[in-house]
């Protein structure tokens, strides 16, 4: 071929590659536009609306919804992000369509950590998330099997108030915070592995590990939304660290499914483990269960169940503290049930109407999981008119639906447990202005699990003591006491230290 010829072939080329992507380009428009798409903010190019989040991107949402609806669509780089905003529009996605919002993205470290997502909460809807949903259900954290854990959680509430009373002759202040986590550590192990695995009891630092799983899991996946910065998860050495966290873990949990292996007839527990190695052998629904599924499933209970818990009951604490009425109140109600008793049984705390009006306002005012789990659209859908293309990621602003004063009147940022004295709210998500654990398919499965520990533990701490805090040199407590952490799970940002005292009626 003549040099001339070579070049009008490789300009043919060329000239045809450019028309392709005009007209690619044109027909995208034509189709985006013939869409009535939900209001959305203005958009940068690469970022798109990723530079109007906050640390606290429930917040930042929150008042974007403000101007442009309970119904947005964002782009975080180039993925398309719907926020759910009202408790209308969240009956639709997780009841109307449930069944086509029921899906989970990937991000690289959910890939990375949680096997591509083979565990229950990240996995995508199908044959088997319902197979290991529904073995986690009924088989670990069914009722029964709640209430058989009754002697941990009282042994644990017992000594960490033995701690607490310790503390009191020393006159200086008591980091509540960490002995509620250090509580709810042991209790979720013991039931979970038949043993403690604290930094008090192990020299495996098993908290601190699951601490870093949560933060590499709840940093925001930049690259997973802009394709060209996936380099920063290699030069922060990212990629490196999940793998690393993720190995640890699992050959940590290895070593304990060897051991119940190797105890066998001998053992004297009986735990999760043993139930799902139980389950493992006799092919239990005729669902085959490797190794691997048994540790993801573990890890789900710490990732799911640990940190939520824990953050419930300090923030209950704190807001008791600064609630003095609503402290009294409920030392009132405690010992018309416990009748004075040091420790308040899981039978009375079942009749406690107004402990559990402050956990629902505990839990309404700062859900630890402010924007649920996200969900993915498996096909287009309309919604109130708009069309939302299948691939969507959607965010439902649980913590926003929670404090909408439409539903919940112009006090909706203050705490009033009363307020739910006399509704019939539950958690299992039915009525949408209040879903602090999801709804539909995709809801927690473990409230029984977390509200049996909640309830005690609170009934017992109130019964058993008086509490104080130090008011801020500054003044500024509210700032203080309210001011929230960063991460998948709200925690407070600062630990709550408390003085207490013996409550006269237990003396
Ligand atoms: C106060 C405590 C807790 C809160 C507020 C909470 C909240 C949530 C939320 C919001 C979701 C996502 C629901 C959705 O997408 O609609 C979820 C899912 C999940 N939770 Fe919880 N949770 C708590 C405790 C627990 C505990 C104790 C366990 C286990 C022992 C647990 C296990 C799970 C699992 C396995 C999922 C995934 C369900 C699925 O994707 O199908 N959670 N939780």
Not at 195 to 214: I, V
Not at 243 to 251: A, Q, Y
Not at 440 to 446: A, I, N, S, T, V
């Amino acid at each position: 071929m003549s040099q001339e010829m070579e070049m009008i072939s490789i300009s043919l080329c060329f000239a045809t590659i450019l028309a392709f992507l005009f007209l690619k380009q044109i027909l995208k428009r034509a189709t985006t536009s013939n869409r009535n798409l939900p209001p959305s903010p203005r958009r940068l190019p690469v970022i798109g609306n990723l530079h109007q989040l906050s640390l606290h991107p429930h917040r930042s949402l929150r008042n974007l919804s403000h101007r442009y609806g309970p119904l947005m669509l964002l782009h975080f780089g180039r993925v398309p992000i719907l926020v759910v905003s009202s408790a209308d529009i969240a009956h639709d996605v997780m009841k109307t369509h449930d069944l086509k919002f029921a899906n989970r993205p990937k991000t690289k470290a959910v890939d990375i950590i949680m096997n591509g997502g083979r565990d229950i909460g990240f996995s995508s809807y199908g044959e088997y998330w319902r197979q290991m949903k529904s073995l986690c259900s009924i088989h670990l954290l069914s009722k029964k099997m709640v209430r058989s854990f009754e002697n941990i959680r009282e042994e644990e509430i017992v000594a960490m108030m033995e701690k607490l009373e310790k503390a009191i002759s020393s006159s200086l202040p008591v980091n509540l915070s960490e002995s509620l986590l250090n509580m709810t550590n042991n209790v979720i192990c013991r039931i979970a592995m038949g043993r403690k695995y604290s930094l008090e009891e192990n020299p495996m630092d098993f908290a601190t590990l699951l601490r870093t799983m949560m933060e590499l899991l709840g940093a925001f996946p930049f690259g997973d939304y802009i394709r060209g910065l996936a380099w920063i998860y290699k030069i922060r050495g990212l990629d490196r660290k999940m793998e690393e966290v993720s190995r640890t873990f699992m050959e940590f949990l290895e070593g304990v499914l060897q051991e119940h292996v190797d105890e066998g007839e001998k053992k004297e527990t009986f735990d999760f483990v043993d139930m799902l190695l139980q389950i493992q052998r006799d092919k239990t629904n005729g669902f085959e269960l490797d190794r691997s599924d048994i540790r993801l499933i573990m890890l789900d209970i710490f990732v799911a169940g640990m940190i939520t818990t824990y953050t419930t009951l300090d923030w209950a604490m704190m807001r008791l503290i600064r609630h003095p009425e609503c402290m009294k109140k409920l030392q009132d109600e405690i010992q018309t049930y416990s009748r004075h008793k040091l420790y308040v049984s899981e039978e009375q705390v079942e009749s406690m109407k107004y402990l559990k009006a402050v956990i629902k306002e505990v839990l309404r005012l700062h859900p630890p999981g402010p924007l649920l789990v996200p969900r993915q659209l498996s096909e287009d859908v309309k919604l109130k008119g708009y069309d939302i293309a299948a691939g969507t990621q959607v965010l439902i602003n649980a913590w926003a639906i929670h404090q909408d004063t439409t539903t919940w009147g112009p006090d909706a940022e203050e705490f009033k447990p009363d307020r739910h004295l006399d509704q019939p709210l539950d958690f299992s998500g039915q009525d949408f202005k209040f879903i602090p654990f999801g709804s539909g398919r995709r809801l927690c499965p473990g409230i029984g699990f977390a509200m049996a520990l909640i309830e005690v533990t609170l009934a017992n701490l109130v019964n058993r003591f008086n509490w104080k805090v130090e008011t801020r040199p500054l003044g500024d407590d509210d700032q203080y006491y309210l001011a929230e952490a960063t991460g998948i799970e709200v925690c407070r940002k600062f630990p709550l230290f408390v003085f207490p005292s013996l409550a006269s009626s237990t003396l």
